[in-house]
């Protein structure tokens, strides 16, 4: 999926597949071992207060702050989204959650996109509980998002593909709006994934992931990222802890999360579940090119069937961003969405479907669906739902790895009665 004009270096399916070795594995091996111990012991009593007062570079402590095993996917996701660090968390909720807990201080104001995930919606509500107000906005126009700063606006959030609508920000506009202010841009890349798109191409300061989904690609493990790609000068975060900011002001934001965010709160991603996504990650391109042109055969056999009223899928020519996604992304993902003519039809057609599985998730090797409005947006309420778009009877699909023709048929089917 990479062309050769963009490659400076090994591609990325070839990083992932040969990162460990690249680095060097302890006995030969050719993947990274799973390190499970959580205490780390030293010869010298500097050496662990070196580690203790960051002055020992390197080394390991105790296992919430990471293992060499968390530290080897780190790696590889630094690699992968072309940053300076990464940290890991145990989910991708944890992951955002810490962006937001420790970047954001009470009285700082956060522009967000309203088409998010339905649990990044609810934690809008506990930050502004705590202090953090929080205005969403269209992000699909950056003069949406110019109207609303403030000046104690702090950052911009947006996903590269909303879940479940599809909404596509204008991500290029919102780069060039976050320089020009100097805000930190945030962009949420679980959809598409380095894969298709990398956030830094577009000016993003942080990459967020929840490596559940697209990176692992198999539905066993849960995790979260975060990735620094170095274009955020931190000098203008005014909540990084005065005890943080040492010489260089490039690695302010990593410290800051990993000591507040991952050390303070705890959600450590544990060793066994990063071996899992690092081993899933390494068939990330080839899934996600299966994956992304099934899901655009599906998608417009969906939009020509009689009884669909209407489809939301990036790749299709109709959808309003298609031409961005055309642009930026090397595909349209493995995410789409769509409604019935008849709404009542909606649980019986699902019912029928033999195929895809009926599950929350996303971004598994197998596909999933779910009616959206009574699971995973019932808690936002009808006034939210319609403010995203969301109707009565949108169905998400997670489209997976199966043979296209397979689960056409399997659609065609289900909506035949």
Known sequence: MDSSSERQGPGLTTNLVHGDRAVGVEHGGIRKPIHTSVQY?????????GVFQGTLKGAF?????GTPTTAALEAKLTRLEQGVGTICFS????????????????????????????NTNSLFGTLRRLGVEVTTVDACSADSVRAALRPNTRMVFVETIANPGTQVPDLEALGALCREQRLLYVVDNTITSPALFRPRSVGAGLVVQSLTKTIAGHGIALGGSVTDTGLFDWRDCPAIFEGYRGADPAQWGLTQLRKKGLRDMGAALSSEQAH?????????????QRSSDTALRLAGFLEAHPAVARVLYPGLASHPQHERVRCWFKGGSWLLSFELRDAAQTLPVLNRLQLPIKATGLGDTRTLVI???????????????????????????????EEAEDLIADFAQALQG
């Open 276 to 288: 899992q996504i690092a081993a899933g990650a390494e068939t990330l391109a080839l899934r996600v």
């Open 61 to 65: 402590n105790y296992a919430r702050q």
């Open 91 to 118: 989910t991708g909720m944890a992951a955002i959650t810490a962006v937001f807990f420790t970047l954001l201080r009470a009285g700082d104001h956060l522009v967000s996109s309203k088409f998010v995930f339905g």
């Open 371 to 401: 009616p959206v409005a009574p699971t995973i947006f019932w808690e936002a309420g009808p006034e939210v739902r319609a403010d995203m778009g969301i109707g009565d009877s949108m169905v998400r699909v997670s489209v997976g790895i």
């Open 41 to 49: 012991g030293f010869e010298r009593v500097e050496d662990l207060i």
